[in-house]
């Protein structure tokens, strides 16, 4: 009876599988992919929106005013809003890796997630934006950027301020450090401007001095990010400022270039097929979706204005970067067709 | 102890490393920045920096390493003997623990030990480039101006920088020989002789007249009193035999007592300089030694007011040919900062030299009021730190010739001024310790270890520096470890979870991918790094560093909680 038991309990009783409790996976799946996809992309957009209003309470609310619930609240549509594109990706990432593992017909795949996806991208932009209108937070200042007593670089120039309030700098200390002779010259007073490009000083004293470029950050320096990963969230912020453009623009515009993006990012799904390692793969399809997210920097940076000294067509122009996604994920589609073997998942599985 | 899978992992870890270090070593050989160093330090640069790089990539190598090895786990070195039971995941994966905390002490001896020193000497050697390049623009300046000795010496200072290059060595020989050639041997007057032994009044004339400079006065008075019998008609003989005697007679006093009351009223009045004037008693002191070498009071005081002179000033020689060796750049701090007023400094260079002392260079100093009036300001070549008995440092800002006076070199007041006894002092604050984290571009936080900016952070927030990011970086620097580790357990198990289906060695094509996979394990340790740093620096901004560190902790024990459960909880 010891025996038994110790058989029964062993280890390959233990980790044995337990039957499934609805015998095919290939009915199941689908049915719980769409729910599932919703599912992680709601967990992704809490994560993203939360990192995203943290980042932006220190960079520029930190010096005017204390974090707390009135301000998230009002911050919170804006954040998710802008991190809605990445969300969707990493989403359709994640459920790619969970077809991998649990692989069913390739067509339908992708048609549960190109639809969940556009659903979810399509209402989360407009909605969200709607909301964020509602609740601007209040710009910054300079506050934000100088701290009592501390240097704070601007462009080639450091600036040490006696003290800061609102835009306004008493007893400023400016020390130009490529200087040769006196480096240092002191003001009694400077007001500091903010704009897209950077912070402005205007040192007001016998002979007027102004310095601008782009700060220090006093309170960004916390947050840099090192230098590829400023380049991928400079690469979503393009993607998601040309989106916002045609969304205030025009939704026909808007409907399409999301369409545009998530088919191709869904018709990239035949690189979890590419191999029979699952992990080079996804690997793949990670290194493919961070790749369009460039080749829509480039094309909407660079390449546009091209176009638009070329042709008169503003929509065209306008429309050129979401065209060249879906031409490209037409292709994938196509090779998908063509050249992938439509059992590939079944037989990795078998294997 | 699973010996495939631990054994896999070392292999993979091993050689991501390997491939990563001989690249970033390429890398950095290749993208020398010619505009900020000096070829002679590409070799050196690529080390340090192919080194720096590694070091800054070993999150993403590691993860990369570990999920590829644990991918290719599967496969038939893995296979089990036919009939035996499978292993769970977790006991197969268990000993390959103790090998991700030993990498995680290894990354953190590299990462806060050792690569901020790294850092350090890469911008000592910008310096050193910036430095070797004025010498050589010098160089040429002097050529141009025909000045072969200043040539000869701006090569010597460059080549104390780049001791192997050939070219700038022979550039010096060239200088030194064209110094040698056109400098004209030093005459000295000669000293008068004593005339001929001739028997004309003339002669006897000139002979009394020698020995009259002299203070011979018999020998002039016989010369004399001759010459007047020869030539009687010459009033000179006559003139200069009275003179004689006179002083034989000692009707005045001796050019020899005259002398010594002389040399009495220069060393008193050397002596009453010592206490408030110790460089100009130095110098004074100087002048009598070389007319008196072995006067004992003169060198008893010489050796004082050298010594007294040391606690205001310092020997220019001292700082010579130091501006090659390795220091801390462009140094900018708030000195004091007071109600009325605020004290800023700023420091070219400075160098520490052991024993020595602490040498400085190119220093600026400005004191000033809220309102914007400026109290003094001051700009010096040189300064020498001075610690003092009491504990504080004092900057000495006078640099003296050994033996010129008229070569010293102390501040300029661009305006105000400052009492007598303080022109050429300044009381600082920081330490030499704190000075060199508080260069400008030196990397401040990056070139410290953790232990150090922990003890420094006070301080060093009240010499102007960013308090919020010194303990950002603190909490960062704190918790990279774990973040380390999470990533590797992550990274197991997404290898494990995704392993590959072949049955042997993959294929060639596959094998040809494997260097995608630390780039894409790039992008997400990056990217996890951030929303890090994000979270941490939100807590230091919102709530201060204690309760960062408890959130750090928090998250940091999430993620390890999560990555080991999932590890955990892989399939057979």
Request: contains cysteine; aromatic residues 10%; glycine residues 6%.
């Amino acid at each position: 009876m010891v025996k038994g038991l110790c058989a029964a309990f062993s280890h390959r009783r233990l980790f044995k599988p337990w039957p499934p409790v609805v015998p095919s996976v290939q009915v199941k799946e689908p049915l719980k992919l769409p729910f599932l996809f919703l599912f992680i992309l709601l967990c992704v957009l809490v994560v993203l929106s939360a990192l995203n209003l943290l980042s932006t309470w220190g960079m520029y609310e930190s010096g005017a005013h204390r974090f707390g619930l009135g301000y998230a609240l009002s911050r919170l549509p804006r954040s998710a809003f802008e991190v809605m594109i990445p969300s969707v990706v990493l989403s359709l990432l994640l459920a790619g890796m969970r077809m991998a593992r649990r692989p069913f017909s390739r067509l339908l795949g992708l048609l549960i997630c190109l639809v969940v996806s556009y659903a979810a991208l399509v209402n989360g932009m407009i909605w969200l934006r709607a909301l964020a209108q509602k609740s601007r937070p209040a710009p910054a200042a300079a506050v934000q950027y100088f701290r009592p007593a501390g240097f704070t670089p601007v462009g080639a120039v450091l600036l040490n301020p006696r003290t800061v309030k609102d835009d306004s700098l008493g007893g400023a200390l400016l020390v130009d450090p490529a200087r040769a002779g006196a480096r240092f010259s002191v003001f009694p007073d400077a007001k500091a401007s903010i704009s897209d490009r950077g912070v402005s000083v205007t040192l007001m004293g016998a002979r007027p001095v102004r310095i601008s470029g782009k700060p220090g950050l006093a309170r960004g320096a916390l947050f840099a990010a090192d230098r590829f990963t400023t380049l991928f969230l400079r690469d979503f912020g393009v993607l998601t400022a040309d989106f916002e453009r045609l969304l205030a623009g025009s939704l026909p515009e808007f409907f399409a270039a999301c369409f545009a993006l998530l088919f191709l990012c869904t018709a990239s799904f035949v690189f979890l097929r590419a191999s029979r390692w699952p992990l080079l793969n996804i690997l793949l399809l990670a290194l493919a979706a961070r790749g369009y997210v460039l080749l829509w920097h480039v094309l909407s940076v660079d390449v546009a204005p091209v176009i638009a000294r070329a042709v008169t067509d503003r929509l065209l122009v306008r429309m050129f970067p979401a065209a060249a996604m879906a031409v490209l994920g037409i292709l994938l589609l196509l090779v998908d067709i063509l050249f992938i073997p439509a059992d590939r998942w079944k037989q990795l599985e078998e294997s | 102890m699973n010996r495939p899978l631990l054994g896999r992992i070392s292999s993979f870890l091993f050689a991501f490393a390997a491939i990563g270090f001989g690249l970033f070593f390429a890398y950095s050989a290749v993208r020398f920045p010619v505009d900020r160093l000096l070829p002679a330090f590409q070799w050196e640069y690529a080390l340090k920096n192919g080194f720096l790089l590694f070091v800054e990539s070993l999150i993403p190598l590691c993860a990369a390493a570990v999920a590829v090895a644990a991918s290719l786990a599967g496969s038939s070195a893995m296979a089990r003997a036919a009939g035996a039971p499978p292993q769970p995941f977790s006991r197969i994966a268990g000993s390959t623990i103790v090998t991700f905390v030993l990498l995680a002490v290894a990354y953190t001896v590299l990462f806060e030990g050792v690569a901020p020193n790294v850092r350090h000497r890469i911008a000592d050697m910008e310096y050193r480039s910036r430095l070797g390049r004025e010498f050589l623009r010098q160089a040429d300046k002097a050529r141009s101006n025909g000045d072969w000795a200043a040539r000869r010496d701006a090569l010597g200072l460059y080549l104390a920088i780049d001791t192997t290059n050939r070219i700038v060595t022979e550039q010096k020989l060239e200088a030194e020989a064209e110094a040698a050639a056109r400098t004209k041997p030093a005459s000295k007057p000669a000293p008068p002789r004593e005339p001929p032994d001739d028997v004309d009044a003339s002669s006897l004339v000139k002979k009394a007249q020698y020995y009259y400079d002299r203070e011979d006065w018999f020998s002039a008075h016989s010369y004399a009193n001759r010459a007047a019998v020869i030539a009687p008609n010459r009033t000179d003989a006559p003139r200069l035999a009275a003179q004689a005697w006179e002083k034989i007679t000692g009707a005045a006093p001796s050019r020899k007592d005259r002398q010594a009351a002389e040399l009495y009223r220069k060393k008193v009045a050397a002596y009453a300089m010592l206490e408030k004037d110790p460089v100009a008693a130095y110098y004074s002191f100087l002048d009598l030694a070389a007319s008196l070498p072995k006067d004992p009071d003169i060198q008893e005081y010489l050796a004082e007011s050298k010594k007294l002179m040391t606690s205001t000033a310092f020997f220019h020689e001292e700082i010579e040919g130091m501006a090659a060796l390795p220091g801390t750049d462009r140094i900018l701090f708030v000195n004091r900062s007071e109600k009325d007023f605020t004290e800023a400094v700023f420091i070219g260079k400075m160098i520490e030299a052991g024993r020595q002392g602490t040498y400085l260079m190119d220093l600026e100093a400005i004191r000033y009021r809220p309102t914007g009036e400026v109290l003094w300001h001051l700009t010096a070549p040189y300064g020498k730190i001075e610690e003092m008995a009491d504990g504080r440092r004092e900057i000495l800002m006078l640099s003296v010739d050994r033996d010129d006076r008229n070569v010293p070199a102390g501040p300029v007041y661009l305006s105000g001024s400052r009492p007598a006894e303080e022109r050429n002092l300044l009381l600082i604050a920081p330490t030499t310790e704190e000075l060199a984290v508080l260069a400008i571009d030196g990397g401040g936080a990056a070139a410290m270890g953790l232990p150090r900016l922990w003890r420094l952070r006070e301080r060093l927030a009240s010499f102007g520096m960013q308090r919020e990011a010194l303990e950002t970086d603190i909490v960062m620097m704190a918790f990279m470890p774990f973040a380390f580790l999470a990533l590797c357990f992550f990274s197991l198990a997404l290898g494990w979870a995704f392993r590959a289906r072949y049955l042997g060695r993959p294929p060639l094509l596959a094998i040809l991918f494997i260097p995608l996979v630390p780039v894409a394990a790039a992008l997400a340790s990056l990217l996890s790094v951030h929303a890090h740093r994000i979270v941490l620096g939100f807590a230091v901004l919102a709530f201060g560093l204690t309760a960062a560190l408890i959130i750090g902790a928090a998250l940091s024990l999430v993620l390890l909680a999560i990555a080991l459960a999932l590890t955990a909880g892989q399939a057979t």
